[in-house]
Nanobody, 114 residues
Framework: QVQLVESGGGLVQPGGSLRLSCAAS????????MGWYRQTPGKQRELVAR???????NYADSVKGRFTISRDNAKRTVSLQMNSLKPEDTAVYYC????????WGQGTQVTVSS
């Protein structure tokens, strides 16, 4: 059974940085494309960054140049470095496969506010 545990969220001022981490178990992690998603109330969950098993990455236009996704296959973790944060980045952030596995973790809240 897949288990995903996100951490690292918090309250940060606009222009600040956060680093999110996700620990995955129960998957063939090294073969999986992994992604970071975010969701705000009343909106659909959106994929903001993905990293292929090769290490190639791509990003949603809204975060390109500010967010960096990375992975450590040995530790079965995927991270999201978020810089130059904006209030519109406020959301609950989740990691999952791309396409998503059948289960989601609890997510981690990111709030960008002065």
């Amino acid at each position: 059974q897949v288990q995903l545990v996100e951490s690292g969220g918090g309250l940060v001022q606009p222009g600040g940085s956060l680093r999110l981490s996700c620990a995955a178990s129960g998957t063939i992690f090294r073969l999986s494309t992994m992604g970071w998603y975010r969701q705000t109330p009343g909106k659909q969950r959106e994929l903001v960054a993905r990293i292929f098993r090769t290490g190639m990455t791509n990003y949603a236009d809204s975060v390109k140049g500010r967010f960096t996704i990375s992975r450590d296959n040995a530790k079965r973790t995927v991270s999201l470095q978020m810089n130059s944060l904006k209030p519109e980045d406020t959301a609950v952030y989740y990691c999952n496969g791309d396409p998503p596995y059948g289960t989601w973790g609890q997510g981690t809240q990111v709030t960008v506010s002065s």
